[in-house]
């Protein structure tokens, strides 16, 4: 039987009912598998399901042939066949193990003509049972689903120093659901992943990428981030943060570098640029650290540090505009705190045009950095930072500070000063546009005169 809260799945109108009675009449049983039954009984939403099936990726297309409104067959070689159903894409995937050759990047993948053999091969207990539909409906959870589901914690079906060898992410997937699922983690698995991290040498910067990605964006991401680095595992792809907890000024432990940065994490909304710079922004205080009288500095900490979130988020294989954004934030991060004896309208404006489109951002990672426990100096900070908002606001009203651009552009430039395109185009245009900066709008009248002044004084 199946909780009562599920009868939807037995609508003979939906699909899950549908694809089951299809492979039933084939001659072959599909299940509910994975996430789809983790999330089922956990109550959350899950619009695309998975299923799992003795069937085979060419027998999986002609079954559906007629049924689908369409089919994917990228992940074939894998066993994975991609339907679309009701607008909706679900996976059916033949039974299957892989593994990792020792040194690869690639896993080895085996289909099975046995349920328990693929469930085995998932990598959690809460990920490892499956549901079937028909003939009657029947909960397979050979390796204590139901059970791990209900004390909330995560446990590898067979022994974590096999389940990690075989597929290596599977130990910074365990973090992820850490995250997302707010599970803990069960000793054995952590012991498993402080003594094996080095296995995760052999798995792509995509897939990293991937599952770093899911990980941060979680509600409360900190623990587990926390967890990842007391484990050893974040050594093996983001050593910057690992380096944190060196970091730490030895006479104020309040300024615990590791425990700020997770902290600042936990703050930010759950949007992936965000977050991630939230993670990154202090990973240059390790490399400026220096003691004084008065305890540790970290003096151009962000200028190191974004130069290093570079560095790291190219090497994840993050996209150019993820790797410029999340440095710039970065870079930007201690930039309104410069600002301690008022905002004048230059410097608005100069803060506006450095930020651009992610002037947003930087206000809530600038917002959420404050994480002092002197509530009388987070109060001091975050009023300046609406005293800056307030000022941007006033300044818009005024003139349009979002595109801080002179009255003339190159082409009037050239022709004024009778010359070809070439650098002396650019040095013009920096000017008129730090004139626009300082001073707010001006006339293309004004602006030749500058120019002129400026072409005589050169």
Excluded at 20 to 46: C, I, P
Excluded at 400 to 410: E, F, H, M, N, T
Aim: charged share 30%.
């Amino acid at each position: 039987m199946i909780p009562e809260r599920l009868g939807w799945l037995l609508d003979p109108d939906r699909t899950p009912y549908q694809a089951s009675r299809l492979f039933a009449d084939a001659g072959f049983h599909l299940y509910l598998v994975g996430g789809s039954v983790r999330d089922l009984l956990l109550g959350r939403e899950h619009t695309d399901l998975d299923f799992t099936t003795e069937a085979r990726p060419e027998q999986i297309l002609e079954i559906v042939d007629g049924w689908a409104d369409a089919t994917f067959t990228i992940g074939a070689a894998f066993g994975t066949i991609g339907v679309v159903k009701g607008g909706v894409v679900h996976e059916i995937t033949t039974f299957r193990q892989e593994v990792y050759r020792d040194e690869s990047r690639k896993p080895i993948v085996r289909f099975s003509d046995d349920l328990e053999t693929d469930l085995s091969r998932r990598d959690f207990t809460v990920n490892a049972a499956a549901l079937g539909l028909l003939p009657e409906p029947a909960m397979i959870d050979p390796y204590g689903a139901l059970v791990d589901l209900n004390k909330r914690i995560l446990r590898t079906p067979i022994g974590p120093e096999v389940s990690f060898s075989d597929d290596p992410l599977r130990m910074l997937r365990l973090f992820r659901f850490m995250a997302t699922l707010q599970f803990d983690v069960s000793p054995d698995a952590l012991a498993a992943v402080t003594a094996m991290h080095e296995r995760m040498r052999v798995v792509s910067a995509e897939r990293i990428r991937d599952e770093l990605s899911r990980l941060l964006v979680a509600p409360m991401p900190g623990e587990a981030l926390a967890a990842m680095v007391d484990t050893g595992l974040a050594e093996e792809f983001l050593p910057e943060l690992s380096a944190l907890e060196e970091a730490r000024d030895p006479f104020h432990r309040h300024k615990d570098v590791l425990a700020h940065t997770l902290a600042v994490v936990d703050k930010c909304e759950p949007r992936l640029r965000l977050r991630l710079a939230a993670l990154l922004h202090d990973i240059g205080k390790p490399d400026t650290r220096q003691f004084t009288e008065g305890g540790v500095s970290f003096h151009h900490h962000e200028v190191v540090g974004a130069r290093m979130a570079r560095t790291r988020l190219r090497e994840l294989r993050f996209s150019k505009d993820e790797v410029e954004d999340i440095s710039r934030l970065v870079f930007l991060h201690l930039r309104p705190h410069t600002f301690k004896m008022g905002w004048t309208d230059s410097a608005v404006r100069r803060y506006v045009r450095d930020a651009g489109p992610l002037l947003e951002d930087l206000n809530l990672l600038v917002r959420s950095d404050v994480t002092t426990k002197n509530e009388a100096r987070a109060r001091a900070i975050q009023q300046r930072i609406d005293e800056l908002e307030e000022r941007i606001a006033t300044l818009r009203e005024q003139e349009a500070i979002d595109a801080l651009r002179p009255p003339i552009d190159g082409n009037d430039v050239m022709a004024f000063l009778n010359i070809e395109p070439g650098p002396l185009v650019g040095q013009a245009m920096r000017m008129l546009t730090e004139h626009r900066i300082d001073h707010g709008p001006y006339t293309p009248e004004e602006a030749y005169d500058l120019l002129r002044e400026w072409n005589e004084g050169r």
